[in-house]
């Protein structure tokens, strides 16, 4: 039924750039705001960043200053522009409704950085 698709991760060396996109239904895209979350091994998922219909953004204090998140309502995608990345930024990056919904998770994209 619901299809978030991730793409765009890779492996990257520190202080390199990343962009990822998600594609979202536009029912999803509609009512709710988007994020992009992260998981690292041995850690707990967390939300790095959050997009709302009208483009207002709430950011991780890890990351402050570094991505950028923003939407393009007509293709139903959100984007994570990711700069000046850091090996503490190696997870696995999701995208997903904020407040998040179990049965919205997807496969993830692998964003690796090597130091």
């Known amino acids: 039924q619901v299809q978030l698709v991730e793409s765009g991760g890779g492996l990257v060396q520190a202080g390199g750039s990343l962009r990822l996109s998600c594609a979202a239904s536009r029912r999803i895209f509609s009512i709710n705001v988007m994020g992009w979350y992260r998981q690292a091994p041995g850690k707990q998922r967390e939300l790095v960043a959050a997009?709302?219909?009208?483009?207002?953004?709430n950011y991780a204090d890890s990351v402050k200053g570094r991505f950028t998140i923003s939407r393009d309502n007509a293709k139903n995608t959100v984007y994570l522009q990711m700069n000046s990345l850091k090996p503490e930024d190696t997870a696995v990056y999701y995208c997903?409704?904020?407040?998040?919904?179990?049965?919205?998770w997807g496969q993830g994209t692998q964003v690796t950085v090597s130091s």
């Open positions: 997903n409704v904020w407040p998040w919904r179990d049965d919205y």
């Open positions: 997009i709302n219909s009208g483009g207002s953004t």
